[in-house]
C-alpha cells in the first residue's frame, strides 16, 4: 500500500516562500520509474497540474508558476519537493502530491495512481 503524505502549507503573504513536501510510503522510489507531480485546486476550480518531475529528473511546470516554482526529489529519501517563491494570492489553493507508476510527465489527472490528502495553501496579507 502506498502513501503520500504532504506536509509544509500555511499562510504566507503575498511575495513570500514556501516549502511543501511529500513523504512517500509503502514503495521505494528509488527503485521505481514513477513520475511525481504537484497538483492543486482551489475553491470552485478544477485540480490543475502545478509540476511534475520524473524518474530521471525530467520536470515539467505549467506556465503560470514557472521562474517561481521548482519540484524536486530525493529518491533516497523517498522525499518530492515543491519550493514556492514570490507567491501571489493566485496561488492559494489545496496542493496534492500525486504519484503516476507509468513515469510520464503527464497533466492529466487520470494518469495519477495514488493521492496524498492534500495541504493547504493560504496567500494573503
Known amino acids: 500500500q502506498v502513501h503520500l503524505v504532504e506536509s509544509g502549507g500555511g499562510l504566507v503573504q503575498p511575495g513570500g516562500s514556501l516549502r511543501l513536501s511529500c513523504a512517500a510510503s509503502g514503495r521505494t522510489l528509488s527503485t521505481t520509474t514513477w513520475a511525481m507531480g504537484w497538483f492543486r485546486q482551489a475553491p470552485g476550480k478544477e485540480r490543475e497540474l502545478v509540476c511534475v518531475?520524473?524518474?530521471?529528473?525530467?520536470?515539467y511546470c505549467t506556465d503560470s508558476v514557472k521562474g517561481r516554482f521548482t519540484i524536486s526529489r530525493d529518491s533516497a529519501e523517498n522525499m518530492v519537493y515543491l519550493q514556492m517563491n514570490s507567491l501571489k494570492a493566485e496561488d492559494t489553493a489545496v496542493y496534492y502530491c500525486?504519484?503516476?507508476?507509468?513515469?510520464?510527465?503527464?497533466?492529466?489527472?487520470?494518469?495519477?495512481?495514488?493521492w496524498g490528502q492534500g495541504t493547504q495553501v493560504n496567500v494573503s496579507s
Open positions: 518531475i520524473n524518474w530521471s529528473d525530467v520536470a
Open positions: 500525486a504519484a503516476d507508476r507509468d513515469g510520464s510527465v503527464s497533466r492529466h489527472i487520470v494518469a495519477y495512481d495514488y
